[in-house]
Nanobody
Framework: QIQLVESGGGLVQPGGSLKLTCAASGMQDYDEMGWFRQAPGNKRELVATTSGDRTNYADSVKGRFIISRDNAKNTVYLQMTSLKPEDTARYYC?????????YGQGTQVTVSS
């Protein structure tokens, strides 16, 4: 059974950092894992994904965010630095297993002074 639980969100000032964690029970090494976000009034958008040795980032976060995974711990991380107000959103962990998609409940990130 797949269950995704995100944590690590909060309120941070512009320029600050946060590290999000996704506890992914049922995750397998071959699953694509990713982080997505959704701001009020906007569609959910890709932030970053990782599969095998490959990573993919939205242009808006390249050079600022790093996605990583620890398969032994069934955990996925998103290290976010140089945060901007436009990064404010609810962040969701996603597991993609051969096209079947699973999301967690999300964690709120607010970037504001």
């Amino acid at each position: 059974q797949i269950q995704l639980v995100e944590s690590g969100g909060g309120l941070v000032q512009p320029g600050g950092s946060l590290k999000l964690t996704c506890a992914a029970s049922g995750m397998q090494d071959y699953d694509e894992m990713g982080w997505f976000r959704q701001a009020p009034g906007n569609k959910r958008e890709l932030v970053a994904t990782t599969s095998g040795d490959r990573t993919n980032y939205a242009d808006s976060v390249k050079g600022r965010f790093i996605i990583s995974r620890d398969n032994a711990k069934n955990t996925v991380y998103l290290q976010m630095t140089s945060l901007k107000p436009e990064d404010t959103a609810r962040y969701y962990c996603r597991l993609n297993r051969w096209g079947s998609l699973y999301y967690g409940q999300g964690t709120q990130v607010t970037v504001s002074s």
